[in-house]
DNA sequence: CGAATCACCTGATCGC
DNA sequence: TGCGATCAGGTGATTC
């Protein structure tokens, strides 16, 4: 489910679900050998904790409290959701029940995804290293990419997804915004104009804004943290259609393999 | 060092 | 219907 707007949507959704006056009361880990180990001590550190925040760094979910923060990466699979009594379902790795009595649930089929902690002001290995936000203009700018690119010989569509270049964009964002820009996923990073450069800055930050007002992209089971599913994915313009028309051209996209993940672009529009 | 590949897991889908 | 092969939104380790 989770690229940057995916995740942002899920922040939105559990800030308005939980509203500002929420508490945990508990956490139950059934399952702690995610992709990393959740911490034992968890539950013991963020019981009765009342919740202050819950932001978004990257593609990671941050519930904040006095006492620290959980961290939350969805890896391919994972999600949040209000659990009712009775709603347990195979994958469930984590309940966070709330003082009020209702119950948050993890939910990781692949077991990709993470559940840590992070030290009031302190910091995590999953977050060091981490480039600028796409969505801030000051951080993400034409500048920065260029840099990043100058001398690169990997495909530009592998440089955008390296989440210490620019966070939040993964397969299928990268994808979007490519076309959008015009650019050739395979196409060397080291060998695109700062023209070029410029546009796709624009086009990676126009996509995922997009993809945010339009709450994500459902994909197989990706919802929203009220059950609510996205829209984005009607909106795509390239992921998932090799072989159908080009929308700008009506030559059939081609699909292959760009950065070891499955990849579509238009050889018409796209140089 | 950078770039490519593999490994981690389960489930859905497709072709036979 | 059943079964094996293939693919999937991510990331980190390993290999070349």
Known sequence: ??????????????????????????????????RVRIPPSLGRRLAGQPITGIRRRA????????????????GMTGTWRLAPPGDERPHDHCYLHLADHRRLAFRDPRRFGMLGLVEPHGRHPSLDGLGPEPLDAQQFTLEHLAQRCRRRKAPIKAVIMDQAVVVGV????????????????QRPAGAITRARLARLVDEIRLVLAEAIVAGGSTISDFRQAGGDSGYFQHRFRVYGRAGEACVACGARLTGGVVGGRGTTWCRTCQR
């Open 59 to 74: 593609k990671f979910l941050l519930i904040d409290t006095p006492a620290g923060s959980l961290l939350c990466h969805f």
């Open 170 to 185: 993964g397969n299928i964002y990268a994808q979007e915004a490519l076309f959008r820009a015009g650019i050739r996923p």
């Open 1 to 34: 489910m989770p690229e940057l707007p995916e995740v942002e949507t899920v922040r939105a959704g559990l800030e308005r679900l939980i509203g500002t006056e929420a508490r945990i009361a508990r956490i139950e880990l059934m399952r702690p050998d995610l």
